[in-house]
């Protein structure tokens, strides 16, 4: 029960590592607020979880309705008193058009950089000014291993990621006075209806052969990371860019045609 008696704020909540965090705040005792468009679908979650004892409300947020990142906010602290955790975990992609440098429209890269980037600040410095009242709060991020290793596409995508990295680091530096704390987790490749829907089993098998550790991660692998940020066991972790990516990025570019070879011939 590290999370017990914490108020939790979850943006895009009802799929795939959202609904991971959610399920894993729930299991250790936090109070969580599921942010989602799709309020039914949320409901029916939240229903199922309370059936078994969790404590899950819902509450509206579409990321093409900037101003609902404020009206969430405000509502979870009218609702519950205080918001103890925000975990910014929207984040668009548009595969199909967020290709290369060259090939990238610049209104698709203007509108995904500016998409992903808001939803963060916005939900960030609208949560900072509640948990500045109670002196305590921690914000966490969830950014992409493309944020820090610069990918072949997505260039619209990755950038909006590192730019998440930065400004982690400056929230954590600019509201350690209240002591509200910010981390970022970096998943690499994650087992989601995402990954399964946008990306082709070739592509899949491609990138496991640079993941040292073989495979892609699962949600609750992610969701794990951020329970850790989110309880007091980190209460002096501030600022810090984590990537749960299996290794991805830390072995040479060469990694995934040597990995299982005799490379010294």
Do not use: W
């Not at 947020?61 to 405000?74: H, Q, W």
């Not at 980037?117 to 939900?123: N, P, Y």
């Not at 530096?173 to 987790?185: D, K, P, S, W």
């Not at 490749?189 to 495979?215: C, Q, S, Y």
Request: charged fraction near 20%; charge should be neutral; aromatic fraction near 6%.
């Amino acid at each position: 029960m590290r999370l017990k008696d914490k108020v939790v704020l979850i943006t895009a909540s009802t799929r795939g590592i959202g609904l991971a965090c959610v399920k894993a705040c729930v299991r250790e005792g936090a109070s969580v607020y599921m942010a989602a468009r799709n309020l039914k679908r949320a409901q029916d979650i939240a229903d199922e979880l309370n059936a078994e004892g969790g404590n899950v409300k819902c509450i509206f947020n579409d990321a093409t309705e900037p101003e609902t990142f404020i009206s969430m906010v405000d509502g979870v602290a009218k609702d519950a008193g205080r918001i103890d955790v925000l975990v910014n975990n929207f984040g668009a992609s548009n595969p199909g058009k967020d290709l290369d440098f060259a090939r990238t429209d610049p209104d698709v890269f203007i509108d995904t950089v500016n998409m992903n980037l808001r939803s963060v600040f916005l939900a960030s410095q609208a949560s900072a000014k509640y948990m500045a009242e109670k002196q305590g709060g921690s914000i966490i991020n969830i950014s992409s291993v493309g944020g820090i290793v610069p990918d072949v596409s997505q260039v619209a995508y990755g950038t909006s990621k590192a730019a998440i990295n930065y400004l982690t680091k400056l929230i954590a530096v600019h509201e350690a006075r209240n002591n509200i704390r910010c981390n970022a987790v970096l998943p690499g490749m994650t087992a989601t209806e995402a990954v399964e829907k946008n990306l082709t089993e070739g592509f899949r098998d491609l990138f496991r052969r640079h993941i040292p550790l073989g495979r892609m991660g699962l949600p609750e692998e992610i969701a794990a990371a951020v329970v850790y940020l989110a309880s007091d066991e980190s209460a002096y972790t501030t600022g810090q860019i984590l990537t749960v990516s299996g290794g991805f990025g830390l072995a040479t570019p060469v990694y995934g045609d040597l990995a299982g070879k005799d490379a010294r011939r």
